[in-house]
């Protein structure tokens, strides 16, 4: 271990199953890690963050250390799903449900980029520091997406990285797009809505098949050519589509994974609007997912716009609570990257 000054290491391998809290250095950086310290053996400290990564660590880059009290579990909101999951987790659970085509990290920001369609796809979603100062992490960040052509965007989680939000917005990038993520147990989802037996035929598929498609919409838009290889960026989409024959009545899309399904593309068709249709196929998703396979979905999210008041009654009566937000922030025309210096934290 380096001794530095001011640093303390107060950890010992006689500490293995206690939650630690490690700083290590590597050239001039340095690199903070707290979760639970699994192994000390040869050399290397083996660390499982609270959203169960793994990091190995080399005793002999540990400046710092110390053995810290039990993460909190965050008191669950009344009738959510999220009891002991925070802003961060589900984010990291939700980024894997709606991938980029491609992705990389830098320290615990995901960098993600899909040909400019959608948001999520298309931005860095901060799930802890940087591993850089803020300048050097920017910098870093812009290159990487000049080179896809696409502009810089982060999805901020809020509360969780409101100092971050607050560094971007003295920065001069603006907001955009800010969202509630809402959460349900998927047992109130079944609860407030009885099942049907007068429905047209349900369909569920792996990949959207053009009957599905032909109700996709983006932001009331038909979506471009790109939509269909986004709409499978997940571990494990799903398609379900409520039909009369040939025509689709309602479509949704989910994705499995981490116990949660997430749900996006909710559409029903014109000319059946307010006859249950949107209601239904997501307690039949919710349903489907309470059944997947070896690792079934116990809790549901969505994102849905602030302003979207309709949405929002649908998903309020369906038992969805509100977990957190989101918003983007989009980088001015010219970012001087040198502006602020110091810890992103």
Known sequence: MRARPGYVVRIRPADVGSRVSVRS??????????????SWADG??????????????AEDLVVAGKVVPPAPRRQARAGTAAAGIDDLELEEIAGSGWQGFESSWLGRWLLRASAGFTG????????GDAGLPLAAALDRVRRWYADRGLPMRFQVPLPARAELDSALAELGWTTSDRNHV???PIS???AAVPDRDDLPVLVVEAVPSPT???LYR????PPPPVALRQLVQADHPVFMSIRDGDEPLAIARGALGSGWIGITAVEVAESVRRRGLGTHIVRELCALAATAGPDPAHSAYLQVQTGNAA????????????HHDYQYRIAPDRVDCGKREGSEG
């Open 44 to 57: 290397i400290l083996r660390i499982r963050r609270r959203d169960g990564s793994i990091v190995d660590v």
């Open 188 to 190: 109130a989802v079944l």
């Open 120 to 127: 999520r796809a298309n931005s860095v979603l901060p799930l």
């Open 182 to 184: 809402l959460t349900a």
């Open 311 to 322: 949405a929002l009654a649908l998903y309020d009566r369906l038992g969805f609570t509100r």
């Open 25 to 38: 250095i590597s050239g001039e950086r340095y690199r903070d890690v707290v979760g639970e310290l699994l």
């Open 212 to 214: 599905w498609l032909r």
């Open 218 to 221: 983006y932001r009331g838009a």
